[in-house]
């Protein structure tokens, strides 16, 4: 099954011989943390980001004002990130670290936190007050056997929201799906009673694309867990069981079967990209979206070619009340090296320069800006001043370092279309409703080396089983097939790392 513990172990073995390559010395152009950990003198922190957008000028004012508020001299080295994780791979085999360094929950960075590189940040942050006011569910998906080596770039936990064509449910009566029989009837509602009034049968109430069921954002995966499915995984007395052989899950994919079996769901969508699919319904052929993005976007579209058409947002919810996948909730995150930064005393100072990110005046400048040249006071809202700035001079920041956009520590929110508003407040409401994966940073070598092999089996069965190509008797001969080839063990493998994690 899928999780973001794709965590290949052999990676371990590969840093480790990066490491012996540099020695144990201490690298002669490493960046020292700090010489200054208790007086007055700026605390100087070289980082290593991302590039986003175009790389913003020297010493520009919010940097300033940055450095201003935290006490702090930064030094920011920011890399393609079309090779980011390659140059990254680069710098740790040369010993060459930042005192604070952005990286990816990926197998190699798996590999170099096991290897010992990076402090283990998890007992420290309950000394921080922004950090420790966080859901711990962002820090859990972040772990390595259980320890915590870095701070989240937080995002939402759960953007599923159900994005819907108001105008035609409240022509035919029809209120947002509950349960699978309520995704049926507006699925044939809005197929095959002309929502659109042009004669003609070219509308869909739902639109699936080919990864309609490939991880936690995925629309299969959303429907069946508002359904009562797990998460990828259950996990009951320790013992782990996927999603696949729940009988949730199965409702769910027997629903799907009799949506494509009446013409109710694109009949091609075994193989059609989520671009075209997006391109239907900004065309006004679809009625009933399952999205992380912004409603109001897709209205803005719509009434381009539909002047007519009225979108609206509803949260996911099955028959017993709001439940979806929780996701990762981070695009990266911060990690501290122990070859650059020596000792506890500058590790507590770089964690305080962290934690000062998310106060109200430094979460303000990255969100925002500047006040003045980035946006300004109108009252009740904020307003942007300068579209073209903000992209060029904030963003390279806002989507670069830790904060909880308006969710956290902002005074006044954006003056933003109500729409926009409804969707964004449903995607921040998400955060309690979320069902986590447990598996999903659990390491089993079976998924390391085979789990993408393993996946396809269900997938493609399930695909199959939907159109038709296989019925339920085959349906679990490609169960038994996926733990014969090494789903059993990876069971079991999750069972013991769970355990583990645990003591």
Not at 307 to 322: I, K, S
Request: one cysteine or more.
């Amino acid at each position: 099954m899928k999780t973001h513990a794709a965590l290949l172990l052999g990676t371990v073995l590969v840093t480790s011989s990066m490491l012996s390559a540099c020695g144990d010395t201490a690298p002669e152009q490493g960046q020292p943390a700090a010489a200054q950990v208790e007086d007055n003198k700026p605390f100087p922190i070289k980082m290593v980001v991302n590039q986003v957008g175009e790389i913003p000028p020297a010493d520009n004012e919010l940097e300033k004002q940055i450095e201003a508020y935290t006490k702090t001299e930064l030094d920011i080295q920011r890399l393609p990130s079309s090779t980011y994780d390659e140059k990254v791979n680069v710098m740790v085999a040369a010993d060459e670290l930042p005192t604070i360094i952005k990286l990816n929950y990926t197998a190699p960075v798996i590999g170099q936190i096991q290897a010992g590189l990076f402090w283990e940040l998890g007992p420290y942050l309950k000394e921080y007050k922004n950090l420790a006011a966080q859901n711990q569910v962002f820090y859990d998906n972040l772990t390595v056997e259980g320890k915590l080596y870095g701070i989240p770039l937080y995002r939402d936990l759960g953007r599923a929201v159900v994005h819907y064509r108001k105008d035609w449910f409240d022509a035919a009566g029809l209120s947002t799906p509950k349960s699978l029989d309520d995704w049926y009837n507006i699925s044939k509602t809005l197929t095959l009673g002309d929502p659109d009034k042009n004669g003609k049968n070219d509308t869909y109430g739902l639109l699936l694309d080919k990864k309609y069921n490939q991880g936690a954002a995925s629309t299969f995966t959303r429907i069946a867990v508002s359904q009562g499915a797990p998460n990828m995984w259950k996990v009951e007395n320790g013992e782990f069981t996927p999603d696949f052989m729940t009988e949730p899950y199965f409702q769910t994919m027997q629903m799907f079967k009799r949506m494509y079996d009446e013409k109710l769901i694109n009949q091609d969508f075994a193989a059609v990209d989520g671009t075209e699919i997006s391109k239907i319904y900004e065309s006004g052929r679809g009625g009933i979206l399952l999205s992380g993005g912004n409603a109001q976007s897709l209205q803005d579209k719509l009434i381009k070619v539909v002047p007519t058409a009225v979108v609206d947002v509803a949260p996911l919810e099955g028959p017993n009340g709001r439940r979806l996948p929780g996701e990762p909730g981070n695009a990266g995150f911060w990690a501290i090296p122990k070859a650059t930064v020596k000792t506890e005393a500058e590790l507590k100072r770089v964690m305080t320069f962290i934690d000062q990110l998310m106060d109200p005046t430094t979460a303000t400048l990255l969100v925002k800006g500047v006040e003045g040249k980035h946006w300004a006071d109108k009252g009740e809202f904020t307003e942007v001043l300068d579209r073209d700035a903000d992209a060029k001079e904030v963003k390279p920041y806002r989507d670069t370092f830790p904060h909880r956009g308006e969710k956290y520590n902002i005074a006044k929110p954006a003056k933003q279309p109500d729409l926009f508003r409804k969707n964004s407040k449903i995607g921040g409401e998400n955060e309690q409703f979320i069902v986590p994966n447990p598996a999903h940073n659990l390491l089993s070598s079976t998924y390391a080396e085979r789990g993408k092999e393993l996946e396809q089996i269900i997938t493609d069965a399930q695909t199959k089983f939907i159109m038709g190509k296989i019925d339920e008797a085959g349906w679990k001969a490609e169960m038994e097939k996926w733990k014969k080839a090494g789903g059993e063990t990876m069971m079991k493998e999750y069972k013991e790392a769970y355990a583990k994690s645990k003591k």
